[in-house]
């Protein structure tokens, strides 16, 4: 049975980095479009960066643009975000997920298309 599980979150202050890492073992990572979301308290999904399996084509949302990378290692079954210059915004629970019905990542992510999500792992931007 796959299970993705997520971890790296932390306390970080502002201006600082973390990597979070998503590890599905048994999963065959390379058919799948993989998607990082977050969750604040009350708030639905936001879909945050997704990495196409097809290709090298990724996806960010405008907000993390040139802070955040994604990227995976096949070999090893895991997917990154490495997340840089974070800010108070960026606070919330990161979760990743397989996009089921895409190999390439879309101009969106819809929470819906995905599957296999994790338990999460807390992300808080304080100083």
């Known amino acids: 049975q796959v299970q993705f599980v997520e971890s790296g979150g932390g306390l970080v202050q502002p201006g600082g980095s973390l990597r979070l890492s998503c590890a599905v073992p048994g999963f065959t990572l390379n058919s799948y479009a993989i998607g990082w979301f977050r969750r604040a308290p009350g708030a639905e999904h936001e879909g945050v960066s997704c990495i196409s399996s097809s290709d090298s084509s990724t996806y960010y949302a405008e907000s993390v643009k040139g802070r955040f990378t994604i990227s995976r290692d096949n070999a090893k079954n895991t997917v990154y975000l490495q997340m840089n210059s974070l800010k108070p915004e960026d606070a919330s629970i990161y979760y990743c997920?397989?996009?089921?019905?895409?190999?390439?990542?879309?101009?969106?992510?819809?929470?819906?298309?995905?599957?296999?999500w994790g338990q999460g792992t807390q992300v808080t931007v304080s100083s």
């Open positions: 997920a397989a996009n089921l019905m895409r190999v390439r990542c879309g101009a969106t992510m819809i929470p819906y298309e995905y599957a296999y």
